[in-house]
């Protein structure tokens, strides 16, 4: 069964970091991708980065890029969010998903996350 478990949720101030985790199990790590999505209050939810555990390419969307990078430890099978100089903006339930992959095709295609963890509530104050 596939598991994800997200973590490292809490409070920060503007222009703070946090760290967000997801553990995951129950399938080999490598032949899945991982990202992170996040609900801003009265929002839709949108995917925001993601990475292909199989070689590692990652993908960051625009609004969020230089300020949130991806990243993950196979040993651990965990995906990592780094969150700089966090906004208001920021502020949202973060959602860890995952697909399983096919060959040639990237991480981004939102629609494809089938598997999901709960959330973990980011609030950034001023």
């Known amino acids: 069964e596939v598991q994800l478990q997200a973590s490292g949720g809490g409070e920060v101030q503007v222009g703070g970091s946090l760290r967000l985790s997801c553990a995951a199990s129950?399938?080999?790590?490598?032949?899945?991708?991982l990202g992170w999505f996040r609900q801003a209050p009265g929002k839709e939810r949108e995917g925001v980065s993601c990475i292909r555990n199989s070689d590692g390419r990652t993908f960051t969307e625009d609004s969020v890029e230089g300020r949130f990078t991806i990243s993950s430890d196979a040993d651990k099978s965990t995906v990592y969010l780094q969150i700089t100089n966090a906004q208001p903006e920021d502020t949202a339930v973060y959602y860890c998903?995952?697909?399983?992959?096919?060959?040639?095709?990237?991480?981004?295609?939102?629609?494809?996350?089938?598997?999901w963890g709960q959330g973990t509530l980011v609030t950034v104050s001023s």
């Open positions: 998903a995952g697909f399983q992959l096919i060959s040639g095709y990237g991480c981004y295609r939102w629609s494809w996350y089938g598997y």
């Open positions: 129950g399938f080999t790590f490598e032949d899945f991708a």
